[in-house]
């Protein structure tokens, strides 16, 4: 067991730690403000690799390992948890399933424009009567000559708005439950794919999602992605990856409050000494820091069984569910330790308070990680 950074990891974290600094949180608190789409930033970030991170070069991505993504996520998100995410989507949830399950043909013609970040990409599996129960989706995709159609509406889908190539989950079969679910690669900008207007969140403001309707959208056979049925498979795997870029947006989030909080403490002061020396203060950044860097370990695990190619389905999940509630616990105590100045908008502490909590509900809610990590535990002790 290794904890260092390879050189190249550390070469990594330091450019973009660099960029973050210097191009995305200058513009964090604007991208909040107006809810803008960060288009600038998500070009820059393709001129760095960091849209298909994971991705062979061969096919237009970078070449990273996975602890490498888990970096870049971490330092991208610490800035801005809305360009983070619209990273995290792009890389783990489009990229992944294409790269893990498309054949040689879809990989060149799909993949390797998402990857180079010419193109951007969503995941559509969430309905409005289908979230953490993902197998009681009804959007069909029903068979004809050629190929398939498809009818539905798929619900908060993150880059919805600015996709040009989706990841959809839908119904092949209905008589056969979550085996009857197969995948589907989406040119979003095709006749009958339409998005609703976007979402108006509590947080990642600057990460725009929405509602995507399909009327009687034609998709060839060519465009399946996996065997017919394999659908929910093809899901829970991408997820797997997901969580683990979600878990370190969370991590990000908390580095962002936690650093914020430990600087203000070091000035602010009361009682005559900067409040950092009253033991009450220093105590929660002792904990802050220990609880984010247990968070970091568990992510990295997982991330060290992804790159290793070993199932990772219970790691990703405790990474994600502790990642994601010390972020919220991180954040809430940084607004505390601002005090007033913790809940007005001049400081980034209020801003990480409202991004914090979306960590807890997508790729699967606290309760849903839960679920995942309690079936392993009876797994393995009915075996
Ligand atoms: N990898 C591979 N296969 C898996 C798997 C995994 N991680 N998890 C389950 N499966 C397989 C099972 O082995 C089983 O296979 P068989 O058909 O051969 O038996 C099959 O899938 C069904 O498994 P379950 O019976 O466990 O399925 P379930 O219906 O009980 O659901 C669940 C399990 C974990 C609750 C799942 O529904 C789930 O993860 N729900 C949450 C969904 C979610 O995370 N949504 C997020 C949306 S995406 C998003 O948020 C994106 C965004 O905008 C940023």
């Known amino acids: 067991m290794q904890f260092a950074f390879t050189d190249d990891q550390l070469a990594l974290q330091k450019t973009v730690r660099e960029f973050a600094e210097r191009r995305v949180k200058p513009l964090a608190h604007e991208i909040d403000k107006k809810a803008r789409y960060p288009q600038e930033l998500v070009a820059e970030m393709a001129e760095l690799g960091l ?11 970078s070449g990273f390992d996975a602890i490498s993504y888990v970096i870049a996520m971490e330092e991208i998100s610490a800035a801005c948890a809305s360009t983070g995410v619209i990273m995290s989507v792009n ?3 489009v990229c992944h399933p294409l790269k893990t399950f498309g054949s040689d043909a879809q990989k060149k013609e799909w993949l390797t424009p998402l990857a180079m970040g010419e193109k951007l990409g969503c995941f559509m599996l969430s309905e409005p009567e289908a ?8 959007t069909v995709a029903e068979r004809v000559d050629g190929g398939y159609v498809i009818n539905g509406v798929k619900n908060w889908i993150t880059n919805g708005p ?12 209905k008589s056969k439950g979550h085996r009857g679910i197969s995948t589907f690669i989406i040119d979003m900008k095709d006749k009958g794919v339409e998005a ?12 725009h999602s929405c509602q995507i309707f399909f009327t ?15 659908g929910f498979k093809v899901a829970m795997s991408t997820l797997d990856a997901g969580r683990i870029g979600i878990a370190a947006q969370a991590l990000g989030i908390g580095k962002g409050a936690f650093e914020a909080a430990a600087r203000y403490a070091g000035d602010r002061k009361t009682f005559g000494k900067p409040i950092i020396q009253h033991q009450a203060i220093g105590f929660m950044l002792a904990d802050m820091e220990t609880e984010l860097d247990a968070a970091r370990l568990l992510t990295y695990r997982a991330a060290d069984l992804k790159q290793r190619g070993e199932r990772h389905t219970k790691e990703s999940a405790m990474c994600k569910l502790m990642a994601s509630e010390v972020a919220n616990k991180v954040a809430k105590d940084a607004v ?21 909590k979306i960590t807890e509900i997508y790729e699967g809610t606290s309760e849903i990680q839960r679920v995942v990590i309690a079936a392993s535990i ?6």
Do not use: W
């Not at 600015?162 to 079969?173: F, V």
């Not at 007005?344 to 209020?350: F, L, N, R």
């Not at 009876?378 to 075996?383: G, P």
């Open 51 to 61: 849209m298909g991170m994971e991705v062979d070069v061969d096919y237009g991505g």
């Open 91 to 93: 890389n783990s949830l």
């Open 131 to 138: 979230g953490s129960d993902a197998a009681a989706q009804r």
């Open 162 to 173: 600015q996709a040009d190539i989706g990841i959809l989950q839908c119904m092949t079969d």
């Open 196 to 207: 609703g207007p976007k979402d108006d969140k509590l947080g990642i403001r600057g990460s």
């Open 216 to 230: 009687d959208h034609f998709v060839p056979d060519a465009r399946m992605l996996g065997s017919e049925g394999s």
């Open 336 to 356: 505390q330790i601002f005090g007033g100045n913790g809940y007005v908008t001049e400081y980034p502490v209020e801003r990480a308070f409202r991004d914090a």
């Open 378 to 383: 009876l797994k393995s002790i009915s075996t």
